[in-house]
């Protein structure tokens, strides 16, 4: 069965207990993205149990038949892609990752090199959901970029794997892969919070690594920030100690021609307008309320408009406040939100990991000045401010009301951008790992501007 044509389950009903309903959600998830060998054992066993509630049995016999009805279809005839560049991630993921995913094929099509795509599921993730329409748009409009399935066979000079959460476990049936050079990206910490100790484990360092040995053989690990890098060091030392890690980091690209290259002009009256944009994560906002109105202020000197949801802070304020407009993920393009406010502002949870921060890396690219948490000053330098929640409102004001101030700090923004997360530095780096090819490959002018029109018309970033 295909994983990218997966269904959503049905079939465990609010009659279940919901810590029954999760874990059968959780072994159907399995059963589906492609872990059916292990899946099939407990479900089957689980089904089998007269002690269990019979709605339960019957739900998961529900799923295990559909399983099998879509198991028996008949499926595309095996083919041989041979490519510049595999891509292997979680392609199903609504954020971040499959943000610069799409960003790097764009990129690498651009520069005429071919791309193929290999969606490997998460096996800890549990929702069920199949390739992310941004990867299938892209995949739709050229066929330089193609989706590689299960029984396929590749051939790839550079293979990336981005986000290390995909590689714990293997899924049962996979391609073949052949690649002259193998690189994985760390762009997710192995614990969410870094304090006194780590906690909430996200993977395991010598776990992904195992399995990419298995799988691809020797490769190299790149960080996707000074951030990462200094985690694994500082915590996972002796786990790293045998792992090929390059000193050079990964970082996300943009392409700076597609965002506005002037910084906005700040209205000469009204509320300054302070934008946040992340996924509704608990990670992703300030723990504490004293933190959270720190930094987005309740004051009529302000107006805060926040992309991706606001559950997470909801759940701490109760009310949000009246100043706040608040839109679903994806549910407005990340260009309309920038060019709609004054200045980005972004902290995290206590003791949280920001691995890269795509969302500021996109505002500056925009020509937005960014007020930032200090622990993203070592990814992104001069190119934003640093404040401490308590100490965020007097720095935006003081930003917005010197004009000079204000456009400089959009232009150290920018020219981080151009200097270090543009498309020409991701080109640089993957040339460089290739063996030299062939013929020159042909460049694609124009391209990446109807692949990224495609890519927005599918939902956004």
């Known amino acids: 069965m295909d994983r990218d044509r997966m269904p959503a389950p049905q079939w465990f009903g609010p009659e279940i207990p919901e810590k029954k309903r999760l874990s059968g959600a959780r072994w159907t998830s399995r059963l589906f993205r492609g872990f059916h060998k292990e899946a099939r054992k407990v479900i089957k066993r689980s089904s089998e149990d007269e002690t269990e509630l019979p709605a339960y049995r019957i739900a998961l016999l ?15 005839e095996p083919v041989a892609h041979d490519v510049d560049v595999l891509i292997v991630s979680d392609l199903s993921l609504p954020g971040g990752t499959t943000a610069s995913n799409a960003a790097d094929v764009c990129a690498l099509r651009e520069a005429g090199l071919t791309v193929a795509l290999l969606h490997h599921p998460s096996y800890e993730l549990d929702a069920l959901r199949g390739v992310n329409a941004k990867i299938l748009a892209l995949a739709a409009e050229d066929d330089g970029v193609r989706l590689v399935r299960s029984r396929d066979r590749v051939h790839a000079r550079l293979t990336i794997v981005r986000f290390p959460p995909c590689m714990t476990r293997l899924v049962d049936q996979r391609p073949e892969v052949a ?31 195992e399995q990419m040995t298995s799988w691809f053989g020797e490769h190299t690990w790149y960080c996707a920030s000074p951030v ?10 002796d786990e790293t100690a045998a792992i090929d890690i390059s000193a050079e980091c990964w970082h996300d690209i943009t392409d700076p021609e597609h965002w ?25 906002w300030p723990s504490s309320a004293a933190d959270l109105l720190g930094c987005l202020p309740a004051s009529e000197d302000f107006s805060v408009t926040v992309l991706g949801g606001a559950e997470s802070p909801r759940r701490i304020l109760g009310d949000l406040p009246a100043n706040w407009t608040v839109h679903e993920f994806d549910a407005l393009s990340v260009e309309a939100f920038l060019a709609s406010i004054d200045v980005f502002v972004y902290h995290l949870a206590d003791d949280g990991v920001e691995a890269f921060g795509r969302a500021p890396m996109e505002a500056m690219a925009a020509g937005v000045p960014c007020v930032l ?16 929640p308590e100490a965020v409102e007097q720095v935006v004001r003081e930003l917005v009301a010197d004009r000079e101030a204000y456009a400089a700090q959009a232009d150290r923004g920018l020219a981080k951008v151009r200097a270090s997360f543009s498309s020409a530095h ?27 029109s495609r890519v927005g018309r599918a939902g956004g970033r």
């Open 62 to 76: 529900q799923a295990l038949v559909r399983w099998h009805e879509l198991n028996a279809k008949p499926r595309p």
């Open 179 to 209: 690649s002259d050079r193998t690189v994985l990206v760390v762009n997710q910490a192995p614990y969410y919070y870094y304090g006194a100790e780590p906690q909430r484990r996200s993977w395991r360092v010598p776990e992904v690594h």
């Open 228 to 237: 990462i890098a200094d985690l694994l060091t500082a915590h996972h030392a």
């Open 260 to 284: 506005a290259t002037e910084a906005p002009e700040r209205p000469r009256s009204g509320p300054i307008r302070i934008g946040r944009h992340s996924r509704d994560s608990k990670i992703k």
């Open 373 to 388: 948490d200090p622990r993203l000053e070592p990814t992104f330098g001069d190119a934003a401010v640093y404040a401490a």
């Open 426 to 452: 991701l080109v640089r780096l993957v040339q460089s790992l290739m063996p030299e090819p062939e013929p020159e490959p042909e460049p694609r002018r124009g391209l990446i501007s109807r692949l990224r």
